[in-house]
Structure formats: structure tokens, C-alpha cells
């Protein structure tokens, strides 16, 4: 039995994340419903699972991350990593949002 392993481009995460360009809807598709539950939160799990570093919480600020939502690759992780069900997902208005392009 073959045991050739994929070919794997030797290509860093960040390298892969520069190819993705994002249209700019003018506003975040991205949020939280209770802030109030961030600020009681001690687990963070929204910037543990974004694979895009889209969600970070100032550990000398109130708890409620920052959402840099024009990092967003539209995986929809964050919805189901928050374990208060806290988080606000929608995407993008029509003709903004990721654009994934090969290369
Ligand atoms: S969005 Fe969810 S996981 Fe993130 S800080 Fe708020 S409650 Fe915690
Ligand atoms: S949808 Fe994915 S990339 Fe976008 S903020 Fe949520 S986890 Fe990060």
C-alpha cells in the first residue's frame, strides 16, 4: 500500500493569509449580543478559535474583545466557539466581504 503523503507548499500561515483581500462593507458583520457577558467571560474562546486573529480582548481592558472584522474569512467558527452563544454573525453586505483567490 502507497504511504506518498500530499504534497504540502512550505508556505507560513501569515505568507497564505496576505493572499486574502477583503471588500470593505463600511461596517462590522461581526459582534457581540451581550457585552456584559464578554465582560463576565474568563475564557475567550472567540480569540482562541478564530483562525484569522480576528477577535482580541485588551487583558488591562473591560473584557469585550475588539473585532477586527476586515481579517474575517467568513468559516463561521466564532459562532460555535463561543460557549455563551454570544456572538453576532451575519455576513457581509452584498459585495463586500472575503475574496479567496488561488495562487
Ligand atoms: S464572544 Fe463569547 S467567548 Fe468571546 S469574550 Fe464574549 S462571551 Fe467570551
Ligand atoms: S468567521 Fe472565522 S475568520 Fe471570521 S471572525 Fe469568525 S472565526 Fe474568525
Not at 75 to 99: A, H, I, L, S
Amino acid at each position: 500500500m502507497s504511504t506518498a503523503q500530499p504534497h504540502v507548499p512550505d508556505v507560513s500561515i501569515e505568507d497564505r493569509l496576505y493572499t486574502v483581500k477583503y471588500r470593505d462593507a463600511g461596517e462590522s458583520h461581526l459582534g457581540v449580543e451581550n457585552p456584559d457577558v464578554c465582560a463576565d467571560c474568563t475564557t475567550n474562546e472567540c480569540t482562541s478559535v478564530c483562525p484569522a486573529a480576528v477577535w482580541t480582548v485588551d487583558p488591562d481592558g473591560d473584557g469585550v474583545p475588539s473585532i477586527a472584522y476586515e481579517n474575517c474569512l467568513e468559516c463561521g467558527t466564532c459562532r460555535y466557539g463561543c460557549p455563551y452563544d454570544n456572538v453576532e454573525w451575519t455576513y457581509p453586505k452584498t459585495g463586500g466581504g472575503v475574496v479567496f483567490k488561488q495562487g
